[in-house]
């Protein structure tokens, strides 16, 4: 009888603690979410996130109000995110830049696993190895022997120190034992039009980015960075196509919350960005900005968050990259 009455009493507080996530869940949303993008208005993180945010708001029925917090290369935001109440009414779309700041920045004022949990990945952006017409590379063996001829001398651009355009590069030098010259810029924009320019030699660009410059002629694609060929451009080869064993970069998206978010909650947005993705209209709208939708369940997110800090993490020590 004791043991049974044990049972019942252990039963009786499971029950008693889940009844706060339930109510949770049934009550969610319960007023306007502040939906953070931690970068300036008007880039991919933006467009995106302000599609995801429309979509997000039909979908609960609850007003999504976009927050850009732009500054510290989306640490700012990001913080704010990580500090907010944990009920499921602050939202954050965030980038590569979430896994690769965690080593980037020195004194980062929050812990990325500890701190925040992530929904679900909710695109993909291929990036593309352009050169300018002109350029005697016609294939990215024949860039790298370039490279190798002129240990050090090879220009590439970049849209900053740190930036994914940076890193990308970094991690074919580490692949493929080439040493290059970089030139950071001010966004990709500078550096493509320098590019266009012949002033410097290659860029690994997002697809969006070097899109229009690509239509016009203006630059030649080498190579796409991912494991599969990008839907996008089709007929170019990948980076493991050209030689580069293992090479796969992605240009990500991902829907975040505070790590302590009720499971219930999480698992509502996630059914959401679920719908979502299978969305044509927002599968054109994506595809407008060269960013393939995506979804994942939120431990898959996790792990893949988790896979990225480690992988960029060695690519900055070994460049020596700080954030400017």
């Given at each position: 009888?004791?043991?049974?009455?044990?049972?019942?009493?252990?039963?009786?507080?499971?029950?008693?603690?889940?009844?706060p996530?339930?109510?949770?869940?049934?009550t969610?949303?319960?007023?306007?979410?502040?939906f953070?993008?931690?970068?300036?208005?008007?880039?991919?993180?933006?467009?995106?996130g302000?599609?995801?945010?429309?979509?997000?708001?039909?979908?609960?029925?609850?007003?999504?109000?976009?927050?850009?917090?732009?500054?510290?290369?989306?640490?700012?935001?990001?913080?704010m995110?990580?500090?907010?109440?944990?009920?499921?009414?602050?939202l954050?779309?965030?980038?590569?830049?979430?896994?690769?700041n965690?080593?980037?920045?020195?004194?980062?004022?929050?812990?990325?696993l500890?701190?925040?949990?992530?929904v679900?990945?909710?695109?993909?952006q291929?990036?593309?190895v352009?050169?300018?017409?002109?350029?005697?590379?016609k294939s990215?063996?024949?860039?790298?022997?370039?490279?190798?001829?002129?240990?050090?001398?090879?220009?590439?651009?970049?849209?900053?120190?740190?930036?994914?355009?940076?890193?990308?590069?970094?991690?074919?030098?580490?692949?493929?034992?080439t040493r290059?010259?970089?030139?950071?810029?001010?966004g990709?924009?500078?550096?493509?039009?320098?590019?266009?320019g012949?002033?410097?030699?290659?860029?690994?660009?997002?697809?969006?980015?070097?899109?229009?410059?690509?239509?016009?002629?203006?630059?030649r694609?080498?190579?796409?960075t991912?494991?599969?060929?990008?839907?996008?451009?089709?007929?170019?080869?990948?980076m493991?196509?050209?030689?580069?064993?293992?090479?796969?970069f992605?240009?990500?998206?991902?829907?975040?919350?505070?790590?302590?978010?009720?499971?219930?909650?999480?698992?509502?947005?996630?059914r959401?960005l679920?719908?979502?993705?299978?969305n044509?209209?927002?599968?054109e709208?994506?595809?407008?900005?060269?960013?393939?939708?995506?979804h994942?369940?939120?431990?898959?997110?996790?792990?893949?968050?988790?896979?990225?800090?480690?992988?960029?993490?060695?690519?900055?020590?070994?460049?020596?990259?700080?954030a400017?």
């Amino acid at each position: 009888m004791k043991t049974f009455s044990l049972a019942l009493l252990s039963l009786a507080c499971m029950l008693v603690a889940s009844w706060p996530l339930q109510a949770a869940a049934q009550t969610y949303p319960s007023r306007p979410i502040r939906f953070i993008v931690p970068f300036p208005p008007g880039g991919g993180n933006d467009i995106v996130g302000r599609v995801i945010a429309q979509k997000l708001s039909e979908g609960l029925g609850q007003t999504v109000v976009v927050d850009n917090r732009g500054g510290a290369g989306g640490t700012l935001g990001t913080d704010m995110t990580a500090k907010a109440p944990a009920d499921g009414h602050t939202l954050l779309i965030n980038n590569i830049s979430l896994a690769v700041n965690a080593t980037l920045v020195p004194k980062l004022p929050y812990d990325t696993l500890r701190d925040l949990a992530p929904v679900s990945i909710i695109g993909r952006q291929p990036n593309i190895v352009v050169v300018h017409p002109g350029s005697k590379a016609k294939s990215v063996k024949e860039l790298l022997d370039l490279a190798r001829a002129r240990p050090g001398a090879m220009n590439y651009g970049s849209g900053g120190i740190g930036t994914a355009s940076h890193l990308a590069t970094e991690l074919l030098q580490l692949s493929t034992g080439t040493r290059m010259n970089h030139i950071p810029y001010k966004g990709l924009g500078p550096a493509l039009l320098d590019l266009v320019g012949g002033r410097i030699e290659f860029i690994i660009s997002t697809t969006a980015s070097a899109l229009p410059q690509l239509k016009a002629g203006k630059l030649r694609p080498l190579a796409a960075t991912t494991v599969k060929r990008s839907k996008f451009f089709p007929e170019v080869p990948t980076m493991i196509e050209s030689g580069i064993a293992g090479y796969d970069f992605t240009t990500w998206y991902a829907l975040v919350v505070p790590a302590a978010t009720p499971q219930p909650v999480v698992a509502r947005l996630n059914r959401e960005l679920a719908t979502i993705a299978g969305n044509a209209v927002v599968n054109e709208q994506f595809d407008a900005q060269g960013i393939e939708t995506a979804h994942t369940s939120s431990s898959e997110a996790r792990a893949y968050l988790a896979t990225e800090i480690e992988k960029w993490g060695k690519v900055i020590r070994a460049s020596g990259a700080k954030a400017e």
